[in-house]
């Protein structure tokens, strides 16, 4: 298993098991929140545990990490019952199952009310023998939500309280490279038009956050990909599954980070990254909002983030 980035010589972003959605409406749209509360309890059954930090931030809630009680812990159940959610609303939960980080990490769960988009996290220990039957079950989920887009794989997990250092995000990538080192917040401006902060050109269209070892697509990209989606079906180790208005696609049975010193191969996800080459994320809506921003101006960062962009073909 890879280390964890450093930035300084301090560890800043952790490996992890990564899922990752952005989800149309509000968490309390009927579409949504059914899913979302039950992805929430299942975490609490596998996870609450170890997860034993929680920050909340609705009704008399206002952020603070603290640890875990009875009270808390039928608020944060209580907060899907909602009628209605307000922008910047939302939970998260930590724990510290990696000892050698000595800041509240993994197993995490997090779920944010943005202007009219949900983001949607769970990031888990790396090497835990049950993540994938986990991921199987949140994406049946998933598929039954708003879902504009998703990942799921192997990556590096940057604890939201650790979001200033995302410009260090994307190093290791000759090493690992089908490592995952987004967040919801890096891609959100690119996934869709509707309320994105990017300055988009005519010839740009919005696309999904990234290629993984399950990559998961809403019905918004379908008409862009023509026959696309029955060719994959066709690629050798590739497999989807279908909800009403999207898709999941799974490179391989299990993920892996592409280990170059065990010659582990990517024909999979390549195969897959080629497949969704119309709605992979635009370039230019990248330099702007990734790994810090700044890549316009920084020509060091702009080589990493393209490396990052272009590590599949």
Same mark, same amino acid.
């Given at each position: 298993?890879?280390?964890?980035?450093?930035?300084? $010589?301090?560890?800043?972003?952790?490996?992890?098991?990564?899922?990752?959605?952005?989800?149309?409406?509000?968490?309390?749209?009927?579409?949504?929140?059914?899913?979302?509360?039950?992805?929430?309890?299942?975490?609490?059954?596998?996870?609450?545990?170890?997860?034993?930090?929680?920050?909340?931030?609705?009704?008399?809630?206002?952020?603070?990490?603290?640890?875990?009680?009875?009270?808390?812990?039928?608020?944060? /159940?209580?907060?899907? $019952?909602?009628?209605?959610?307000?922008?910047?609303?939302?939970?998260?939960?930590?724990?510290?199952?990696?000892?050698?980080?000595?800041?509240?990490?993994?197993?995490?769960?997090?779920?944010?009310?943005?202007?009219?988009?949900?983001?949607?996290?769970?990031?888990?220990?790396? $090497?835990?023998?049950?993540?994938?039957?986990?991921?199987?079950?949140?994406?049946?989920?998933?598929?039954?939500?708003?879902?504009?887009?998703?990942?799921?794989?192997?990556?590096?997990?940057?604890?939201?309280?650790?979001?200033?250092?995302?410009?260090?995000?994307?190093?290791?990538?000759? /090493?690992?490279?089908?490592?995952?080192?987004?967040?919801?917040?890096?891609?959100?401006?690119?996934?869709?038009?509707?309320?994105?902060?990017?300055?988009?050109?005519?010839?740009?269209?919005?696309?999904?956050?990234?290629?993984?070892? /399950?990559?998961?697509?809403?019905?918004?990209?379908?008409?862009?990909?023509?026959?696309?989606?029955?060719?994959?079906?066709?690629?050798?180790?590739?497999?989807?599954?279908?909800?009403?208005?999207?898709?999941?696609?799974?490179?391989?049975?299990?993920?892996?980070?592409?280990?170059?010193?065990?010659?582990?191969?990517?024909?999979?996800?390549?195969?897959?990254?080629?497949?969704?080459?119309?709605?992979?994320?635009?370039?230019?809506?990248?330099?702007?909002?990734?790994?810090?921003?700044?890549?316009?101006?920084?020509?060091?960062?702009?080589?990493?983030?393209?490396?990052?962009?272009?590590?599949?073909?």
């Amino acid at each position: 298993m890879p280390d964890m980035l450093l930035y300084n $010589e301090s560890p800043f972003a952790v490996p992890a098991f990564r899922i990752i959605a952005l989800l149309d409406g509000e968490i309390a749209d009927e579409a949504n929140r059914g899913a979302l509360a039950q992805a929430y309890r299942l975490f609490e059954d596998a996870w609450g545990a170890a997860a034993y930090m929680a920050s909340f931030h609705f009704v008399k809630h206002r952020g603070k990490i603290r640890k875990i009680n009875p009270g808390l812990a039928a608020d944060g /159940r209580a907060f899907f $019952e909602q009628s209605s959610t307000a922008y910047g609303e939302g939970l998260r939960r930590y724990g510290y199952a990696l000892s050698e980080f000595e800041e509240p990490a993994l197993p995490y769960f997090g779920v944010e009310q943005r202007s009219d988009m949900v983001f949607f996290e769970i990031d888990l220990p790396a $090497e835990h023998a049950h993540n994938v039957a986990f991921a199987n079950t949140i994406t049946d989920l998933l598929l039954g939500t708003r879902l504009i887009c998703g990942v799921m794989g192997l990556g590096f997990f940057l604890p939201p309280y650790n979001s200033s250092l995302s410009f260090g995000m994307g190093q290791e990538l000759e /090493r690992y490279p089908a490592a995952i080192h987004i967040s919801p917040s890096m891609v959100m401006d690119g996934v869709r038009r509707e309320g994105s902060m990017h300055r988009w050109t005519q010839d740009e269209q919005p696309g999904i956050a990234d290629i993984g070892w /399950r990559t998961l697509i809403g019905w918004s990209f379908f008409s862009r990909l023509s026959t696309a989606l029955a060719a994959l079906e066709q690629e050798p180790g590739i497999s989807t599954r279908c909800g009403e208005k999207a898709i999941a696609v799974t490179a391989g049975p299990e993920p892996v980070w592409g280990d170059a010193s065990k010659h582990e191969s990517l024909s999979a996800y390549r195969a897959v990254a080629r497949h969704l080459a119309p709605i992979r994320f635009p370039r230019h809506c990248a330099r702007c909002f990734m790994f810090g921003g700044n890549a316009s101006h920084d020509e060091r960062l702009a080589q990493r983030l393209d490396a990052y962009l272009g590590r599949f073909g």
